[in-house]
């Protein structure tokens, strides 16, 4: 059953628990879903924010921008950024059941079959290996025509798809006829490194493809709860699911030899809107945090597993001393307008000005609401997006960290946002810097201190730089001048020489929203990580972690999928452990 707040859960006290997942998101979501397909096993799960279900902002994919601060997010900000000239950004995380999938800009990508080869070679566990998470792959994805049933033939590879796993996906149902013709037609002039791929989410992402989204069939988004906790699954009894509920603190098992490990199977939680009524509830098996890269170290820190030094100064009481938790932040720096002017108006059809029209996006979501068509029914302005590799000349200064050759160091994702004709947003794929999540104060209730360190690593800023130029090479093709197209745009175009391109990407680059790898997954005796390749929290009996914190290194991909996929494997685990 599903529930507004801590009270209304009959006898929550006095229920044996088998597993308490802290944080209905992506990955609890999905632990949810299937540890309680064994009726068996009780299973509680402790989300922060509201309901998805009524969320139209969540569920119409059009609405997708309206989403940053409000109910839904928590309303996070990262500290001021060397990198980013001293700046601060707002920090999206999703805050509804479902996570961040309930509000994310639903990009459907796996990654490079190299990114998974990474974690299993760098854990020692080849059960993360690309064809070893074939079958999980499988059962995640629900490949299912667009909205508007055009014909997709020729946008993907239907060998690399499945039509049977959880989470509806399609080829973006509302396209950009004129732009898409431009793209593909500059695709086959310049082949190489902007060669057509027809289906990026193979395990080999180079080139420039068809987007794929989470969006099914009927024009709505697909989330981890519409997908894995509709309401058939919501009402077993043998599940419940507590919204609006905060966990604070995982609380060790009192023993009496200090020199044991510890057993942690209790969680600390209260209603979000009344810290006073503080409660402990303790799960017969494990508690598992599935709270995203900022909350589940957030938690672990809040309850003494952390670096000893930060623990000791913020008068912590030290449960474990590891200095990893929280540490490896790695995130995709982004740039959101990298766009191209016209020698003459074009005409971009009726919707061109719907980010800025207030009119037109009304009319848009009446059509959206009275038969699922019209540009809501898509995340609107990328119809096609691509990876592409620094020049290898440039790489021999650094030491490449990407996967592989395969893996792709930088994101295009191409299209036509209204206002401008043709526009490119800008993501570093593999990016060297690494960040931290680190406690504010004793207090769990504060939110955490979350600094993204993006371009503190010199290699990051050249991926980034040459992303502009490979976009500048990619629309110096025919097929954009005979179009009328001509150079940058503001703020880009007084910026020809390296250091000038640098400085407006530190003035301007946001967040891709890809935080991972805080409480990193590594080798049993590593000297480094937090969780073993199981997720077990290492030092600790009865404690997991499952969500996108555990990657040891970020994928050349938006990180829902590769999340989606953990929670999957992570399930089985559970279900051997415990079968
Ligand atoms: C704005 C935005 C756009 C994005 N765009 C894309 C995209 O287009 N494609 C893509 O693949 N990825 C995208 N991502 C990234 C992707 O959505 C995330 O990587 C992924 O969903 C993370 O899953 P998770 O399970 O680790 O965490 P989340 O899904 O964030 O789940 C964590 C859950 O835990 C809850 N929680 C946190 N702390 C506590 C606590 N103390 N107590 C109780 N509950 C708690 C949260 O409310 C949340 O529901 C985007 C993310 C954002 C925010």
Not at 294 to 321: F, K, T, Y
Not at 328 to 339: A, E, G, I, K, R
Not at 466 to 479: D, H, K, L, T
Request: aromatic share 8%; hydrophobic share 35%; glycine share 8%.
């Amino acid at each position: 059953a599903i529930w507004n707040s801590l009270n209304d859960v009959p006898n929550i006290n006095r229920r044996n628990w088998d597993f308490i997942i802290a944080g209905g998101g992506t990955a609890g979501s999905v632990l949810a879903s299937r540890l309680s397909e064994n009726p068996k096993f009780n299973v509680l799960v402790l989300e922060a924010g509201p309901t998805n279900e009524d969320a139209l902002m969540s569920i119409v994919p059009g609405l997708q921008g309206k989403l940053a601060r409000t109910q839904y997010d928590w309303n996070y900000t990262t500290v001021q950024m060397p990198g980013y000239n001293n700046r601060s950004i707002n920090y999206q995380r999703g805050h509804i059941l479902g996570g961040s999938s309930s509000v994310n800009g639903m990009v459907f990508t796996r990654g490079a079959a190299s990114d998974y080869d990474r974690w299993a070679r760098v854990t020692g566990d080849p059960g993360w290996s690309w064809d070893s998470l074939q079958p999980y792959i499988k059962r995640q994805e629900r490949f299912q025509p667009p909205v508007d049933d055009h014909n997709t033939t020729g946008q993907f590879d239907p060998s690399v798809h499945s039509l049977t796993g959880m989470v509806p996906i399609s080829i973006s149902g509302f396209q950009h006829p004129t732009v898409d013709s431009i793209t593909l037609q500059a695709t086959k002039e310049l082949g190489g490194e902007f060669k057509f791929n027809l289906d990026m989410n193979s395990g080999s992402p180079l080139g420039i493809g068809w987007l794929q989204t989470t969006i099914g069939h009927d024009g709505t988004r697909s989330s981890a709860a519409t997908s894995y906790l509709p309401p058939r699954i919501q009402s077993r009894k043998n599940l419940d699911i507590v919204l609006n509920t905060i966990v604070t603190r995982v609380l060790p098992e009192k023993s009496g030899d200090p020199s044991s490990r510890n057993t942690i199977r209790t969680v600390e939680l209260c209603p979000r809107d009344d810290p006073s009524a503080m409660t402990v509830l303790t799960a017969s098996k494990e508690v598992i945090l599935s709270a995203g890269s900022i909350g589940s170290p957030h938690i672990l820190l809040s309850s003494g597993i952390g670096d000893v030094n930060d623990l000791n100064a913020l008068e912590i009481p030290v449960i474990l001393n590891n200095p990893s938790v929280g540490r490896n932040m790695t995130d995709h720096p982004s740039l959101n307008n990298v766009s191209f002017g016209l020698r003459e108006p074009i005409d971009l059809g009726p919707w061109a000005n719907l980010d800025a029209d207030p009119d037109l996006q009304a009319q848009a979501l009446e059509l959206w609401q009275k038969n699922k068509t019209g540009p809501f029914t898509a995340l609107v302005k990328y119809d096609h997006f691509g990876w592409i590799r620094v020049p290898d000349i440039l790489l021999e200064e650094f030491e490449d960290p990407s996967s592989g050759p395969e893996a792709g160091h930088t994101e295009l994702l191409i299209g036509s946002p209204s206002g401008k004709f043709y526009d490119i947003r800008l993501r570093v794929s593999t990016p060297a810097s690494r960040g931290s999540i680190s406690l504010r104060s004793s207090n769990p209730l504060d939110a955490p201190i979350i600094d993204p360190n993006f371009l503190s690593h010199p290699f990051d800023i050249v991926a980034m730089r040459e992303g502009i130029r490979a976009a500048q090479r990619f629309v110096a093709s025919p097929a954009f001048s005979e179009n009328g197209v001509t150079g940058l745009l503001p703020p880009w175009n007084g910026a020809v020489s390296d250091s000038e391109i640098e400085e407006v990407i530190r003035d301007i680059a946001v967040t891709a929203w890809h935080p991972i790898g805080t409480a990193a997954m590594s080798p049993e005796n590593a000297d480094w990580g937090v969780v073993d390749p199981d997720l077990r929290v290492k030092g600790v009996d009865g404690l997991r972690i499952i969500d996108a914190s555990i990657m040891p290194h970020i994928p050349c991909a938006h990180t829902q999928t590769p999340v989606y996929l953990i929670a999957e494997r992570a399930s089985d685990l559970i279900k051997e452990a415990w079968g």
